[in-house]
């Protein structure tokens, strides 16, 4: 995976609900778009509302953006304070698992 992912904030940009398809798309919001104003020039995917799941899949993808930033900033800081305290092998582990998840975010991993 090259590049960055499309910058948030995300939110539900269209329901689309048919005979054949339900289903809403997620992308980037500004001022003009939103499910009031439809537009999926900027949209990231679209989940088919199919599964009891799909709502709540929706609303996960949509704040994903949001999640990294503050993964990103709580690892920072939580390495901050524990330089400066004793550091121990749960703290070690804790820190290895966000950046994990923020390397599995941005394709790094």
């Given amino acids: 995976m090259s590049g960055r992912h499309t910058p948030g904030p ?23 778009q939103g499910l009031d104003g439809v537009s999926d020039e900027y949209a990231v995917c679209v989940v088919p509302l ?9 609303a996960l993808i949509a ?12 690892v920072i800081s939580h390495r901050a304070l524990c330089d400066s305290l004793d550091w121990d092998e749960q703290d070690e582990a804790e820190q290895a698992k966000a950046r994990a998840a923020i390397a599995k975010a941005i394709g790094a991993a």
């Fill in 10 to 32: 995300w939110g539900i940009l269209s329901m689309a609900v048919g005979p054949a398809c339900r289903a809403v798309s997620i992308g980037q919001l500004n001022d003009e």
């Fill in 50 to 58: 199919i599964h009891d799941e799909s709502r709540p899949n929706a």
């Fill in 63 to 74: 704040a994903a953006p949001d999640l990294l930033a503050a993964l990103e900033a709580l």
